[in-house]
């Protein structure tokens, strides 16, 4: 399983992005999916996730102003940024957490993937 993000760049304080993350292999299912982000000099931390039935939860710090999407479609992750600010800058990381196929299509063993990250600059 494989998770391949996109997205960062510069960005104006105020301003808003979407980062994208595709994922891509074979598994039975999933637990659920996430973003993280690590600014310089600090430990990562979660920004935003998702779970198998679509509840969100989010840091104190993104709330009202970040927005995790899901399209099982097109294998996608989505986070909605808004209201950037200079304290948003970092590496934005998407995780997914599911289960591998097991005997019978049941699920197997779970599994944790992290995309290769993404940075997102908030300019003033």
């Known amino acids: 399983v494989q998770l391949q993000a996109s997205g960062g760049g510069l960005v104006q304080v105020g301003g808003s992005r979407t980062l994208s993350c595709v994922y891509s292999g074979d598994f039975h299912s999933i637990s659920t999916v996430g973003w993280y982000r690590q600014a310089p000099g600090k430990q990562r931390e979660l920004v935003a996730r998702q779970n198998s039935v679509g509840d969100d939860n989010y840091a104190d710090s993104v709330k009202d102003r970040f927005t995790i999407t899901r399209d099982s479609a097109s294998k996608s992750v989505y986070l909605h940024m808004n209201s950037l600010k200079p304290e948003d800058t970092a590496v934005y990381y998407c995780?997914?957490?599911?289960?591998?196929?097991?005997?019978?299509?049941?699920?197997?063993?779970?599994?944790?993937?992290w995309g290769q990250g993404t940075l997102v600059t908030v300019s003033s």
């Open positions: 995780n997914l957490v599911g289960f591998l196929v097991g005997k019978g299509w049941s699920p197997g063993r779970q599994f944790v993937v």
